[in-house]
C-alpha cells in the first residue's frame, strides 16, 4: 500500500519550480528591453563621433630636379639628414659654364674699346671736316680770284681750271668725311657720347653674362623647404634636367588626409576639433581641426575615373578627404609623412528621440502621406 506525501510538503517542493518559472519568464520579457534600452543607448551617443582609420600623415614634399644635365661631382647632405631652405644639396660639374662665363667677359671688354676706339674716331672725323671746310674755303677763294682775273684775260685757262678741280677734291673730301662721321655715329648708337657700358652690343654681353651666371648657378642645387633628405644621389652619377634626382620631406607644419565616406561627412564642418591617434605611438594622442574638405572625391583624381555611365554600374560610396591640421605635445615622437592614424571629428551634434521617431515616420512614408492628406 503506496505512502501519499503530505500537502503541505507537495507545496513546498512545486515553490522552487514556480519560483524559477517566473524568474525565467521576467528574464525572457525584461531580456528585449535591456537590449533595446542599450541599442538605444549605443544609438544616441554614437552620432557625435565620425571616426576613420583611413588617414595618413601628409605634409610637403619636393622632388628635386635639375634645370641643366651634368655631372654630379658633389653631395654634401647624407640620407634622412635634416636640412634648411636654401642649403646645397649637390653640386654639378661647372667647368664648361665658368669657361662660358670667361670668355664672355672677355668679350664685354673687347667690346668696351671699341666703343672707346669708335668715339676717338668720331672725334678725329670731326676735326677732318673741319680741316676740310677750311681747305673748300681757301678753294673757293682762289676759284673766285682765277675767274676774275681770267675774265679780264690775265690769266690763263689752265689756272682757271686748276682752282676749279682743287673746289672740287676740297667739297668731295668734306662729303666722304660726313659719310665717315655718319657711319661712327650710327655705330655709336646715334650718341656720339655714349657711355661703354650704354651701348647696344656691351648691353647684349652683359645679358649673356647674366645667362652665364645664371646657367653657373643652375649647377648649385639648394634645398627649397626645411625637411629630411630622401633618395640621396651619388656622386659620378648623371642628372638629367627635369628628372628627379633627390627629395626633400617637409618636417614641419604637417597634417592628416583623412578619407572619410561621404555618408559620414553630413555634419562634418572646417573648423570642428579631432582626436589622432597614430599607430606607431599608441599611447599618444595628438589633437586637431578640420582645415578644409576636398572639393572632389579620390576617385575624381585617379589614372582611370570611374566611367559611372556604362550599363553594368554598381553604386560604390565614394570616399572624400578632409585635411585636419595636428597639434601635438611637446616632447610627443616625431610624425612622419605616411605615418597611419585614426581619425576622430568631433560634430557636436547629439541624436534625439525626436529625430529617431521622424526618420522611422519618412522610412515608413508616414511623413508624405501626412503631407498628401493636408488640403
Not at 98 to 107: D, F, K, S, V
Not at 238 to 267: F, I
Not at 275 to 285: C, G, K, L, R, V
Not at 299 to 319: D, I, T
Amino acid at each position: 500500500m503506496e505512502t501519499q506525501a503530505p500537502p503541505i510538503a507537495a507545496a513546498v517542493a512545486r515553490r522552487p519550480r514556480l519560483e524559477r518559472r517566473v524568474v525565467a519568464r521576467a528574464v525572457m520579457w525584461l531580456l528585449p528591453a535591456v537590449v533595446l534600452a542599450v541599442t538605444l543607448y549605443v544609438w544616441l551617443s554614437s552620432g557625435r563621433i565620425v571616426t576613420t582609420d583611413n588617414a595618413y600623415v601628409k605634409g610637403d614634399r619636393a622632388q628635386i630636379a635639375t634645370e641643366l644635365s651634368g655631372l654630379i661631382v658633389e653631395v654634401p647632405v647624407q640620407e634622412n639628414q635634416r636640412v634648411s631652405r636654401g642649403q646645397l644639396l649637390f653640386r654639378l660639374d661647372d667647368q664648361a659654364y665658368r669657361h662660358a662665363l670667361t670668355r664672355i667677359e672677355a668679350e664685354i671688354e673687347t667690346t668696351r674699346a671699341e666703343i672707346r676706339g669708335l668715339r676717338a674716331q668720331w672725334r678725329t672725323k670731326r676735326e677732318e671736316i673741319k680741316a676740310a671746310l677750311s681747305q673748300q674755303t681757301f678753294a673757293q677763294a682762289e676759284f673766285d680770284r682765277q675767274a676774275e682775273l681770267a675774265a679780264k684775260k690775265v690769266a690763263s685757262t689752265q689756272k682757271l681750271e686748276e682752282a676749279r678741280m682743287g673746289l672740287d677734291v676740297a667739297r668731295q673730301r668734306i662729303s666722304a668725311a660726313q659719310e665717315d662721321l655718319t657711319r661712327i655715329e650710327a655705330a655709336l648708337a646715334g650718341d656720339p657720347k655714349i657711355r661703354a657700358d650704354d651701348h647696344p652690343k656691351v648691353r647684349q654681353m652683359m645679358a649673356a653674362r647674366e645667362e652665364a651666371l645664371l646657367q653657373l648657378r643652375r649647377t648649385m642645387i639648394e634645398a627649397p623647404l626645411d625637411g629630411m633628405v630622401s633618395k640621396r644621389p651619388v656622386p659620378g652619377s648623371y642628372a638629367t634636367a627635369g628628372v628627379p634626382a633627390m627629395v626633400v620631406v617637409a618636417d614641419t607644419d604637417l597634417w592628416v588626409e583623412a578619407n572619410y565616406k561621404e555618408t559620414e561627412l553630413t555634419r562634418v564642418r572646417p573648423g570642428q576639433t579631432a582626436a589622432i591617434h597614430i599607430d606607431t605611438y599608441p599611447d599618444s594622442e595628438c589633437t586637431g581641426t578640420v582645415s578644409s574638405i576636398a572639393q572632389a572625391t579620390g576617385a575624381e583624381f585617379a589614372v582611370l575615373p570611374p566611367q559611372n555611365a556604362s550599363g553594368n554600374w554598381v553604386k560604390v560610396v565614394q570616399r572624400i578627404p578632409v585635411r585636419v591640421s595636428v597639434t601635438c605635445r611637446e616632447g610627443d615622437p616625431p610624425l612622419r609623412v605616411g605615418m597611419s592614424t585614426t581619425v576622430e571629428i568631433d560634430t557636436g551634434y547629439n541624436r534625439s528621440l525626436g529625430g529617431l521617431v521622424s526618420s522611422v515616420g519618412r522610412a515608413l512614408g508616414l511623413s508624405s502621406a501626412t503631407a498628401s492628406a493636408k488640403p
